[in-house]
């Protein structure tokens, strides 16, 4: 099983960005599809991006436009951009692996690990 590690949180102002990073711990990480996470305080935990082993993506409306997911299979490492962060993107942010379903349903396929902390102010 691919283990995943957040890394990049931290305290930006409105309009601010920050990159996240998320590493695994092995090389075939790379066929994997990975997504990204964030549960802000009192809410659900709810998924933000996902990328396929192709590199295709997909986004949630709330971050269309705004955040960018990307990988690089050499360091199986995956990343999430974000750019014109909004107090309401305040969140923990996770990283998982992501089994899509025939329907087209996305579901969480590993294990949690810490999450990293956005907090935007206003």
């Known amino acids: 099983q691919v283990q995943l590690g957040e890394s990049g949180g931290g305290l930006v102002q409105a309009g601010g960005s920050l990159r996240l990073s998320c590493a695994a711990s092995?090389?075939?990480?790379?066929?994997?599809?990975i997504g990204w996470y964030r549960q802000a305080p009192g809410k659900q935990r709810e998924l933000v991006a996902i990328?396929?082993?192709?590199?295709?993506?997909n986004y949630a409306d709330s971050v269309t436009g705004r955040f960018t997911i990307s990988r690089d299979n050499r360091k199986a490492t995956v990343y999430l951009q974000m750019n014109s962060l909004k107090p309401e993107d305040t969140a923990v942010y996770y990283c998982?692996?992501?089994?899509?379903?025939?329907?087209?349903?996305?579901?969480?396929?590993?294990?949690w690990g810490q999450g990293t902390q956005v907090t935007v102010s206003s």
């Open positions: 092995v090389s075939t990480f790379s066929i994997n599809t």
């Open positions: 998982n692996t992501v089994l899509i379903t025939r329907d087209g349903s996305y579901y969480p396929a590993g294990s």
């Open positions: 990328i396929r082993s192709s590199g295709s993506t």
